[in-house]
């Protein structure tokens, strides 16, 4: 069992800067060999996934909407996953949410490999 804890959303200007922050509760040896990734949702869209890493080896995947802009970056010994969300655009508002599953999967950012969801932070852009 995993429980996640996002936070960090908030709002800003185009242009502008934010990070995301999830902390992962479970079995501190189960969550050396976990994938954590980053999705959001925009009012009458479908959830995408924008970033995700494997704690296993450190491989990062990035949705190509963010690719250059954001970057998600692990810290092991905290269980904790960032994501740094720079040169924002309005575009990019939307519901963030921390996501992760236990063990690795070949398909990242597919919200259907994962079945831990943290409660989400609202980020919104304005231009």
């Known amino acids: 069992q995993v429980q996640l804890v996002d936070s960090g959303g908030g709002s800003v200007q185009e242009g502008g800067s934010l990070r995301l922050s999830c902390v992962a509760f479970?079995?501190?040896?189960?969550?050396?060999?976990?994938?954590m990734a980053w999705f959001r949702q925009a009012p009458g869209k479908e959830r995408e996934g924008v970033a995700a890493?494997?704690?296993?080896?450190?491989?990062?995947s990035y949705a190509d909407s963010v690719k250059g802009r954001f970057t998600i970056t692990q810290d092991n010994a905290k269980k904790t996953v960032y994501l740094q969300m720079n040169s924002l655009k309005p575009e990019d508002t939307a519901m963030y949410y921390c996501?992760?599953?236990?063990?690795?999967?070949?398909?990242?950012?597919?919200?259907?490999?994962?079945?831990?969801w943290g409660q989400g932070t609202q980020v919104t852009v304005s231009s």
């Open positions: 479970g079995d501190a040896y189960a969550l050396n060999y976990i994938h």
């Open positions: 996501a992760a599953k236990l063990g690795r999967t070949l398909f990242p950012l597919s919200d259907n490999q994962y079945n831990y």
């Open positions: 890493v494997y704690f296993g080896v450190g491989s990062t």
